[in-house]
């Protein structure tokens, strides 16, 4: 579960004030609003990277508003994927299982598995730089999930992809949120993938954050009557 | 089959349109390459005209004899070795200063940044008079007993600084470490930030991300500022001849060997000495680049 109660982010002009946000165990929650509002640096603060003026994150209940980002059990694919050029796609998705200092067998299998998964098998002994924009987005998205995060923060995953490269990675996103369950805030543009993804949308507009959607309680109300 | 021959029109317009436009630019082109190309040949003509004639005043023979010389080879062993040291402890503090510099926005940066400056534009004098100063001051001036730094040190490690081999480091260092720094302050601000942030979303403390993602592809700029502090060292001359002193076969590294043989009217073997500093300065800047062109693929 993601809970952010009253948090506010003030850098230079731009300012965001007393958001509050909840997806709760499991879910996804679309955040939409438009270039500039704020979309991005509400992910960065569930993701420790920036630190809040005040209000609080926590996570399964646990409030880690303090907490560096790598003891926050996030997954993070950032909107340019960043991936790392250093690195080749089978050490990209290792990486976060090496830091843990996962066994050698253990962080090959994984990563295998993983790359079965997201078709990205014949390309792992492949310099990142080489790859095209969906397969860098399959890398970036198995980099975050490669160590069984509780939460996933998606920024713009289908932004600048081809029309089928974007369906496909929409497909692909649709299946691991069946087949994970993980707690899922995914920030996009588009409305129909939102549709697709999400039982709660929300929209950031002028610094505030506004509930537009809520599936979940349409399902409860629906089941009621 | 209609539509074509107007779109050909089009086209043959555009063509046209873009030939007559593409004239007078090559002229200004010319002038352009003519001018750059003109005052840019200028100095590299000036640098090659130098090298030529240091080649053309000495024959081989006095070459090969002054290199023999002991104390030249003593001069060409001191100078290797406190270069590589001062080049490798340039490293040590230029590597983490200049990523904090490149990342971070901080109370003071520029007042630190002005700091790591100075030691470029400073008059080489003035930087060995100032070593040689701070060495020799009263530590009670900053609080701390009456002894000199050179005296505690003395007692404390047993060798002297001022007017031995570790003072030629120091000095070497105090510039080189200003033109690494900067070197690794270029080449952190060229490496996107972004990807150390997602390695510490990834499980990453700062330090990791900073030895797993920035460090190495920060490595050509490492492997420029070490040839920059390599080069650096090598040509320091003024600070060493201050806070040094140039004795020799003790305290004489190749940059004072020239003076000194000046000084004693031996011009063929001061010509000999720069040359081989030609030579060295070449040969490490070619290996480094091609150690750096390697690391890039």
Known sequence: MIELQGISVSQGDFQLESLSLTVPSGGEAVLMGGNGAGKTTVLEVICGLRKPSSGSVRLGGKDVTTSPPGSRGIGYVPQDRSLFPNLNVFENLAFALRVRGAERSVTRNRVNELAEQLGLTPLLSRDVRSLSGGESQRVAIGRALVFEPSVLLLDEPTSALDENTRRQTTELLINLKSQLKMTTLHVTHRRDEAAQLADRIYELRRGDLHLIADSSEEESVAEET | ?297
């Not at chain 2, 873009?18 to 750059?36: E, I, L, Y």
């Not at chain 2, 030529?52 to 060409?76: H, Q, T």
């Not at chain 2, 926005?105 to 060995?128: C, K, N, Q, S, T």
């Not at chain 2, 000046?262 to 290996?287: F, R």
């Open chain 2, 1 to 297: 089959m209609a539509d074509h021959p107007p779109s050909n029109r089009r086209c043959n317009k555009v063509t046209k349109s873009m030939g007559d436009r593409s004239a007078p630019k090559r002229k200004s082109d010319a002038v352009f390459f003519a001018v750059t190309g003109g005052l840019s040949s200028c100095y590299v003509l000036l640098v090659l005209l130098l090298l030529i004639a240091d080649v053309r005043f000495v024959s081989p023979s006095a070459f090969l004899e002054a290199v023999a010389k002991p104390e030249i080879r003593s001069s060409i062993e001191l100078t290797l070795l406190t270069c590589t040291t001062a080049a490798i402890l340039s490293l040590w503090v230029a590597t983490p200063l200049g990523y904090l510099l490149s990342r971070f926005e901080f109370r003071g940066r520029w007042i630190i940044e002005a700091l790591v400056d100075i030691p470029m534009v400073l008059p080489p004098l003035v930087l060995g008079l100032s070593l040689l100063i701070l060495f020799h001051q009263p530590l009670s001036l900053f609080g701390a007993g009456s002894s000199s730094l050179e005296e505690w040190i003395r007692q404390t490690v047993g060798i002297g600084v001022t007017h031995h081999w570790p003072a030629i480091v120091l000095a070497q260092f105090t510039v080189a470490s200003a033109f690494a720094v900067r070197t690794m302050r270029v080449a952190f601000d060229q490496i996107d930030p972004r990807g150390e942030d997602i390695a510490r979303t990834l499980g990453c403390t700062r330090g990791q991300a900073f030895l797993r993602i920035a460090m190495p592809q920060a490595s050509r700029g490492l492997v420029a500022a070490t040839a920059i502090a390599w080069a650096r060292s090598l040509g320091e001359f003024g600070p060493i001849l201050v806070f040094a002193g140039a004795t020799r076969m003790r305290t004489e590294v190749l940059s004072t060997s020239v003076f000194l043989e000046l000084s004693v009217g031996q011009l063929d073997a001061a010509v000999a000495v720069s040359l081989l500093m030609v030579a060295m300065a070449t040969a490490v800047l070619l290996v480094l680049r091609l150690a750096g062109t390697k690391l890039s693929r």
